[in-house]
């Protein structure tokens, strides 16, 4: 599989973090004003909780340089850079994983995916992989009075062991795990089944036509990629020979439910739609909702509407469709009249990918474009582009339109609600959640100091400072070198230049650190923890 892994020099927009000590004296002075807002944030605070609405617009595979406020120039995304220009735009904001299951698992847990097995990519009969006895972002924010939705991607498996039936009710899934309502893709747009859920069952389904599904043997006699490939809309170049769904074949076979099946074409307006409906229905109560778009993500295959509008291909296209996604959401609450007392934030589950095993032209019509940006590697990849993602944090009224260095990461946001909204974090919950609403509102420029990344399968990255380490991986030394990586990311952003062998102390220390936190959860505590 062709994997893009660009390297371009760092652009003008991160000046501070090529100038080392400037950056030492900001953080200087940061964890200085991190202690000055302490207070506000501690466990038993003396301001009362905040109940703004949080909306989480959460994209699929969307890279650190696909938007113009993140410095694209080939494509163009009016809106989400209007969001961004009045919100807080991190630049060293991560998910947990360069994957979507397992980043999806820490971004609603709390907890580093790769503690737990089974959360790697699912298949889309996999059983529920989040225990419902934890606690969850949507499940604290439930606790504070939040009416909680979610809209668009799930792929965290659904059903007890042995995944779900799909002609019957359809649990555990997002309702069993803090969520008051969903209607969801049950995994990606490339794996069967492809309907929609919504609460517990298929939506649209006709029980006369029930769905099968299988990950093994194929079932049915409807055509498949790896047999018919002449009935492509959209041809292969990997995997993804199995049923034929609305002309393009997926990962796996289903037979049935023809009267539920999902036309991609149409898929990010009927999410969109959801969205906007459920804003105006809970308007009056604090709500939650996670928008899990599905673009960029193969298969790619926007609205018409958006088709050739990029001028960088088909993968640009759906930038474009997300981009119009989001300015819709924006708008929806503009015309409630909830912007001043709603948070929106908008990122992505993993770095970006080009060609994902569809044959649908990405690289060839890319037209110049750089979806990691300054950042090397992406999906599926352990270097910066793999979990530094775009995000941006708006609150109007409340939080400074700018930019911010702090390191956050998503799996933090459990802690961070749970502080803003003043509920309590019982021990066992959200484990790895570390409390950085101070700067996810500006107020800080300090996030946390260490960081493990993840490429989602089994290599591990350590973030300390400016430092990064990578393990060595016997499976990837042509890649991650064979005593592993030692990068400064402070004149090295896009890790170009290992310097392990020359700082040897370093990497010891940071190995030392990183196995520590693995084994034992140990992770050094900063200072607006809990
Ligand atoms: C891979 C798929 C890829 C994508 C990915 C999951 C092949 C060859 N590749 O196995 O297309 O579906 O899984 O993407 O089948 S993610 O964003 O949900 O993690
Ligand atoms: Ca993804």
């Known amino acids: 599989m062709r994997l893009l892994i660009d390297v371009i020099q760092p652009q003008d927009y991160f000046s501070s973090q090529q100038n080392y000590t400037m950056k030492m004296t900001l953080q200087i002075m940061a964890v200085t004003a991190a202690l000055a807002a302490l207070p506000l944030f501690a466990a038993d605070t003396v301001t009362p909780p905040q109940k703004p609405n949080v909306i989480l617009i959460l994209a699929d595979d969307l890279g650190f340089g696909d938007t113009g406020c993140y410095g694209a120039t080939k494509i163009s995304t009016p809106n989400i850079d209007r969001f961004g220009a009045g919100g807080l735009r991190f630049t060293d904001a991560h998910a947990t994983s360069a994957t979507c299951t397992p980043s999806r698992y820490g971004l609603l847990t709390g907890q580093y995916p790769w503690r737990k097995n089974g959360t790697g990519v699912l298949p889309g009969n996999a059983a529920l992989i989040i225990d419902p006895r934890h606690a969850t972002l949507p499940s604290i924010l439930q606790k504070a009075g939040y009416y ?19 002609n019957a009710e359809i649990k555990p899934g997002p309702l069993e795990v803090g969520f008051d309502y969903a209607f969801i893709q049950p995994a990606t747009g490339d794996r069967v089944p492809c309907v929609f859920i919504e609460n517990h069952r298929v939506a649209n389904l006709d029980p006369k036509d029930p769905i099968h599904v299988s990950y093994g043997k194929k079932i049915g006699n409807e055509p498949t990629g790896k047999e018919n ?3 492509l809309k959209m041809g292969l170049s990997l995997g993804h020979d199995g049923t034929i769904i609305n002309g393009v074949s997926r990962i796996g076979f289903m037979t049935g439910g023809q009267s539920a099946r999902w036309i991609d074409e149409d898929k990010a307006d009927i999410f969109t739609r959801h969205c906007v409906d459920f804003i105006a229905a809970h308007k009056d109560k604090p709500f939650f909702l996670e928008f899990a778009a599905s673009d960029p993500h193969v298969p790619r295959m926007p609205n018409k509407r958006f088709v050739g509008k990029s001028g960088c291909g088909v993968r640009g ?26 948070i929106i934030i908008v990122t992505s589950d ?9 044959a649908d032209g990405a690289e060839r019509d890319l037209n110049g474009h750089t979806p990691a940006g300054p950042l090397r590697g992406g999906k599926y990849f352990v270097y910066e ?35 803003l ?28 100091d260490q960081l493990v990344e993840h490429d989602g399968f089994r290599t591990f990255g350590y973030r300390d400072g400016t430092w990064k380490y990578i393990q060595p991986d016997k499976r990837r030394r042509a890649e991650y070198g064979v005593n592993g990586s030692l990068y400064d990311l402070g004149v090295d952003l896009g890790e170009k230049n290992n310097v392990i062998e020359a700082n040897t102390n370093t990497s010891q220390k940071l190995s030392g650190e ?17």
Not at 517 to 526: L, M, Y
């Open 148 to 166: 909680t939705g979610i809209i668009g991607k799930w792929h965290l498996g659904l059903g007890d062991v042995g995944g779900p039936d799909w």
């Open 229 to 231: 490939p002449e009935l």
């Open 317 to 342: 296209d759906a930038i474009v469709e997300l981009d119009w996604c989001v300015g819709q959401v924006v708008d929806a609450v503009k015309k409630n009249n909830l912007s001043s007392n709603t």
């Open 350 to 358: 993993n770095g970006p990918v080009v060609d994902d095993g569809y």
């Open 385 to 419: 582009g793999g979990t530094r993602v775009p995000f941006i944090v708006s609150w109007p009224g409340r939080v400074t339109p700018g930019v911010s260095d702090a390191l956050v990461g998503q799996v933090d946001l459990a802690a961070s609600f749970a502080a």
């Open 421 to 448: 909204t003043g509920q309590k974090i019982a021990a066992g919950d959200a484990p790895d959640s570390v409390n950085v609403m101070p700067a996810l509102l500006g107020d800080t420029k300090a996030g946390r």
């Open 514 to 530: 990183l196995e520590s936190v693995r084994a034992h959860g140990d992770q050094p505590k900063h200072p607006n923890q809990p």
